[in-house]
């Protein structure tokens, strides 16, 4: 985002004026609300527009389509979990401990005590991407950037000799990340959260097990 002006802020290659971007706010909120009480192929931006308490016309001075509002919205609720789990990892003092990065990676963190915007439009994309060819197209892109941070946490760990080099960092990526997508979806289902401690006791001995 480059301001043009003191009246005008120019976004994603179009001028707006500053008081328009809190309406922006306000329909990614709407649409994360409106995603995450009725799933995304029964959500209808009327209904988002509804819920933001304004017109349908304004969603589409903003976005293209649904998908298109999807994907901002998933793409904001990555971005704020993101910086709440590094303030976890901050505060914990294990900002170098690969697994325990992998543990508080996104799409929730040990101080989050529901289930984070993140964690739900998480889960609604995979099935959006899995249920409708046109939004994979979307959604993929977003997808393997999540994995990738799995990726990258397990590569940077390997050049530290951390891990032992045999391993392969996409399929522990891959693997780490499954686990945690399936926690989330069982969690959001009603099954109990796994407690920090036993959770970080599996974590603790696979840590171990793939040093050199």
Do not use: C
């Not at 922006?24 to 009480?37: D, G, Q």
């Not at 197209?137 to 951390?162: P, R, T």
Request: proline content about 3%; overall charge positive.
């Amino acid at each position: 985002m480059a301001v043009t002006s003191k009246k005008i802020v120019k976004v994603n290659g179009r001028n707006r004026r500053p008081w328009a971007l809190a309406s922006k706010e306000r329909i990614l909120a709407a649409a994360t609300a409106e995603i995450a009480a009725v799933g995304f192929e029964r959500a209808r931006l009327t209904e988002i527009a509804a819920r933001a308490e304004m017109t349908p016309g304004s969603i589409y001075t903003w976005f293209e389509n649904k998908e298109d509002l999807f994907r901002a919205a998933l793409e904001e609720a990555l971005t704020k979990q993101i910086i709440s789990n590094a303030e976890t990892l901050d505060a914990g003092g294990f900002a170098d401990n690969w697994i325990v990065q992998i543990g508080t990676l996104v799409p929730r963190n040990s101080r989050d005590t529901t289930a984070t915007d993140a964690q739900m439009l998480l889960i609604e994309s995979y099935y959006a991407a899995w249920r409708d060819p046109k939004a994979r197209k979307k959604f993929l892109k977003g997808i393997n950037s999540h994995l990738e941070m799995y990726v990258n946490i397990i590569k940077n760990a390997q050049s530290m000799g951390k891990i032992t080099p045999e391993v392969d960092a996409q399929t522990l990526g891959t693997i780490m990340l499954a686990m945690q997508t399936g926690m989330s979806l069982l969690s959001l289902s009603g099954v109990p959260r796994v407690e920090d401690e036993h959770w970080s006791g599996i974590l603790t001995r696979l840590y171990y097990s793939l040093k050199p």
